[in-house]
């Protein structure tokens, strides 16, 4: 399975799902520079270096974009949870996995990950269903987790779990607001300080 | 000073200002509903009641709520954060009072703050530099409490303050996405959690 979720083997000319995922990067760049509304497919094929009708086989319309990013986020939100949950034995190591995981992903699919927070009310109707359903999916895993450290007193146990879930989430989303490649601290320093503020190091 | 930031006797007839505050309120709704390139002045009338050129009279054009909006949104940054400062003696008072502010000026205004955020590269020059310059004097003087806190070790204070910053901001910041008037605790009791999490109850 590629960076993108797409089985290597599926009788694809060789390139056809590296050049796609390029094109998804190069979308994703655009559209948070101009807006999903005001991007072009013109701008997108730019950025890439390809032709319009390119950008239309390896993917299809701007909504087709969209959409892919869209999936593209969740699969790396899905995989991040999953890689973290089997990387630890206690629920406070699944817990620290889970974050270095997950902030390594935002920050790998940086352009990905803001546009799919920006546009979310762009994501045409059968993806968005499809990811709405996987956050919900996540919300509640990550929600089990918390509540499993709020038993044993590592998280505050008096504080709701919804909230507490929400609070560290957002920590690690706003991530795509403010990091700076090359110049902050890289993904594992990142959520290592997420973890010492969390008392959970 | 109204809600607004605007000065109440500044010579405009009675009810202006209440008008042009349900206009910003309406326009982030749609903004937030459909984006900035989707939505029109015609939504942004139909759901405040009013018609289009009474839009144009109290605000102005699509570009003009929308920088309105981001100046809003960056005076009651600055204005949570400078209340908070005057409500405590110590810095930890002085936080939990910034983080009560901040937290409650999302919540009260969450279209406003979604808009904000997702629509940045939409907001015209003008008032995108001024948000820019208060949102940078907003990181520093969060900073300097963080920093003064790493200081005496109620903040872990081997880690990077900006990080330590941003994901503090974060955590507020995001309420914006998950919070839901009437279903969600209130504003304090947010603010609480967020204290609870950070250790600084």
Chains 1, 2 share one sequence.
Request: a negative charge; one cysteine or more.
């Amino acid at each position: 399975v590629t960076r993108y979720g797409a089985a290597v083997d599926d009788g694809r000319p060789p390139g056809f799902h590296e050049k796609r995922r390029d094109i998804l990067t190069g979308a994703a760049r655009v559209f948070e520079r101009r807006g999903f509304s005001a991007g072009t497919t013109k701008e997108i094929a730019a950025e890439v270096g390809l032709s319009q009708p390119a950008i239309y086989h390896y993917v299809g319309s701007k909504e087709d974009l969209l959409g892919e990013i869209a999936m593209q986020v969740s699969r790396d939100m899905t995989s991040a949870l999953e890689t973290g949950l089997a990387a630890g034995e206690t629920s406070r190591e699944q817990f620290r996995a889970v974050i270095r995981e997950f902030a390594a992903a935002v920050i790998r699919n940086q352009a990905e990950f803001a546009v799919f927070w920006k546009e979310l009310h762009a994501i045409p109707e059968a993806a968005r269903t499809a990811v709405l359903a996987d956050e919900r999916k996540f919300l509640n895993r990550i929600g089990s987790l918390v509540k499993e450290l709020q038993g044993t007193g590592e998280l505050p146990s008096d504080a709701p779990t919804p909230v507490v879930t929400e609070a560290i989430i957002g920590m690690v989303c706003w991530t795509y607001h403010w990091y700076r490649p090359g110049r902050s601290p890289d993904a594992d320093q990142v959520a290592q300080v997420f973890c010492d503020l969390l008392r959970l190091s």
